[in-house]
């Protein structure tokens, strides 16, 4: 991780597939991968990691610690305006 990383982390070699992240985030960042990790695993992957509200979520629902976010991780604003914004345009679908 480098200092323009997001906070969350996923180490897809710990991702055992079994999908159970998949429907925990707020924001939908977390989608399968269709290419195998060194284990033989189909693993999930991040997408727009910057978008994270750092809710924990994953962190917490992975049997097997593949995401990792620091304690120290405070609100992610990005995040929460996506979070926001997608709540809105929900609303407005007929
Ligand atoms: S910490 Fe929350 S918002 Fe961030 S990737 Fe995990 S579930 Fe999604
Ligand atoms: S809960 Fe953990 S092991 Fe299961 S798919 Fe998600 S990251 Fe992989």
Redesign the pocket.
Same mark, same amino acid.
């Given at each position: 991780m480098n200092a323009l990383s997001p906070p969350?982390q996923l180490d897809r070699e710990r991702c055992k597939g079994c999908l159970l992240c998949l429907d +925990?985030?707020?924001?939908d960042?977390?989608v399968m991968d269709n290419r195998p990790n060194l284990q033989g695993h189909f693993p999930v992957a991040?997408v727009h990691?910057d978008y @994270? +509200?750092?809710?924990?979520? @994953? +962190?917490d629902i992975c049997p097997d610690q593949a995401?990792s976010?620091p304690r120290s991780a405070g609100l992610n604003w990005p995040?929460w305006v996506f979070h926001l914004s997608r709540g809105w345009h929900a609303r407005k679908q007929p």
């Open positions: 969350i +925990v985030c707020p924001n960042l977390i991040l990691a @994270c +509200v750092q809710c924990r979520h @994953c +962190v995401f976010l995040g």
